[in-house]
């Protein structure tokens, strides 16, 4: 997921915006006080001009300290709304407007990469029967059970996302379609080794994947309408298998 300034870069720019007001303050104040100060005597003009920089000085550390913790404060109110606007809220992934956000971005930049651009979209295999087997708490933990899974186990970098209710997606760079087709038996193979418990008993979790690589000429839309049809080949030919997009 695309992320807002950290807060040890916000507090860079805060000091560094706070040195650059602290000495345009003194020079500003500095160059007024001289030049009003024309008819006073040596001695005192010099009193004046550095009074001219000390209160500045003595003031706007107090004023700054004040800015910076409000700007802060702001700061941290914006990245909890880009949390909230781009996550999923039951399994903290990706939600789908980022996913889609994202994904047009690194689709538009992967020409002329070494390495492709994969679309996985896996499904929960019979998840309505685990909602009404154990309830729907019981399916609200098996989605989240799913979900840290795939974040585990996906090639590094990939973006990882709720589509929404049991259908989740992974957008990874690939060598090849050989490639692709080990990290979603990976996939596929760490989610059926991984049972939960819940309430004493044991779930038991597969999915099934439909996998893509990007071909020239793709959009997202192209690619995910080639994908979801080899996800729906995957449930066709018995679930908890992947299939390859013709």
């Avoid at 999923?88 to 002329?112: K, P, Q, V, W, Y």
Wanted: hydrophobic share 45%; charged share 20%; proline share 2%.
């Amino acid at each position: 997921m695309p992320q807002t300034i950290s807060t040890r870069k916000f507090w860079i720019g805060q000091v560094r915006n706070m040195a650059i007001v602290f000495a345009v303050s003194v020079a500003l104040s500095f160059v007024t006080v001289y030049l009003a100060s024309k008819g006073f005597t040596p001695d005192d003009r010099i009193a004046v001009l550095w009074m001219s920089a000390l209160v500045p000085a003595a003031v706007f550390p107090f004023a700054m300290v004040y800015v910076g913790f409000q700007n802060l404060r702001v700061h941290r109110l914006h990245k909890q709304v880009h949390h909230f606007a781009n996550s999923d809220d039951l399994t903290g992934l990706a939600n789908r407007r980022c996913f889609h956000r994202e994904a047009t971005r690194r689709i538009s930049d992967a020409a002329g990469g070494s390495r492709s651009i994969a679309l996985i979209l896996v499904d929960i295999d019979w998840f309505k029967q685990v909602n009404d087997t154990h309830g729907h708490e019981a399916g609200d933990e098996t989605l989240c059970h799913v979900a840290n899974t795939l974040l585990r186990v996906a090639p590094q970098g990939s973006l990882v996302a709720r589509l929404g209710g049991e259908e989740f997606t992974v957008l990874c760079e690939v060598g090849d379609e050989a490639d692709l087709g080990r990290a979603a038996e990976a996939l596929r193979k760490g989610i059926e080794a991984t049972r939960f418990y819940y309430q004493g008993e044991t779930i038991n979790v597969t999915i099934s994947l439909g996998l893509s690589v990007l071909r020239s000429g793709d959009t997202l839309a192209t690619l995910l309408s080639r994908t979801d049809k080899a996800l729906y080949d995957a449930k066709s030919y018995g679930r908890n298998r992947f299939e390859l997009a013709a």
